[in-house]
T-cell receptor, first 114, second 114 residues
Framework: GNSVTQMEGPVTLSEEAFLTINCTYT??????LFWYVQYPGEGLQLLLK?????DKGSNKGFEATYRKETTSFHLEKGSVQVSDSAVYFC?????????????FGDGTTLTVKP | DTAVSQTPKYLVTQMGNDKSIKCEQN?????MYWYKQDSKKFLKIMFS???????INETVPNRFSPKSPDKAHLNLHINSLELGDSAVYFC?????????????FGSGTRLTVV
């Protein structure tokens, strides 16, 4: 079955530091890959996505590239801010399988200190 | 506003009570989900409905019963509440035939059983 493995947290960084959160996946076929962000007290929000190999998703300064050869979708940001403190979830969705059910990683908590 | 809305946002109740959580989406999506998030932020899928038809029913106690009166609504009824049911419950929706679009989540219902 499908699975997603994320870097364990928590991750604590100083403002303006470089961020990488690792995500690898196991899936059959060609899944779509996602990063969601959950700010304290809120629901998950779609941050970025990529639907095929070598696609790069980007949003709000965050980027992730769909690497089929390494089955990875690592999240990066060049300079984090205190407002980026949140829980980040990597996820995948197989096209039209099981009615679009997504598989989520366990989440990585990021804290950015001023 | 187009969104997934859940009510109530907070629910505090005693053990043994029965409670319901409601969810509505106005995005025109054909699939809706219930997820449970525990204190460690792990997300676990509970149920999924596609056009009012139950398609995913994970290993969940039968005290939990979903109901979908139409494709825009998915409610969750919980009987005989237990302390272990305390968690945040998220509703989400997606267009299943477009697995690459990702999910839209509600803001969550924090259930506390005392």
């Amino acid at each position: 079955g499908n699975s997603v493995t994320q870097m364990e947290g928590p991750v604590t960084l100083s403002e303006e530091a470089f961020l990488t959160i690792n995500c690898t996946y196991t899936a059959t076929g060609y899944p779509s890959l996602f990063w969601y962000v959950q700010y304290p007290g809120e629901g998950l929000q779609l941050l970025l996505k990529a639907t095929k190999a070598d696609d790069k998703g980007s949003n709000k300064g965050f980027e992730a590239t769909y690497r089929k050869e390494t089955t990875s979708f690592h999240l990066e940001k060049g300079s984090v801010q205190v407002s980026d403190s949140a829980v980040y979830f990597c996820a995948l969705s197989g096209y039209n399988t099981n009615a679009g059910k997504s598989t989520f990683g366990d989440g990585t908590t990021l804290t950015v200190k001023p | 506003d187009t969104a997934v809305s859940q009510t109530p946002k907070y629910l505090v109740t005693q053990m043994g009570n029965d409670k319901s959580i409601k969810c509505e989406q106005n995005l025109g999506h054909d699939t809706m989900y219930w997820y449970k998030q525990d204190s460690k932020k792990f997300l676990k899928i509970m149920f999924s409905y596609n056009n009012k038809e139950l398609i995913i029913n994970e290993t969940v106690p039968n005290r939990f019963s979903p109901k979908s009166p139409d494709k825009a609504h998915l409610n969750l009824h919980i009987n005989s509440l237990e302390l272990g049911d305390s968690a945040v419950y998220f509703c989400a929706s997606s267009q299943a035939s477009q697995g690459s679009y990702g999910y839209t989540f509600g803001s969550g219902t924090r259930l506390t059983v005392v």
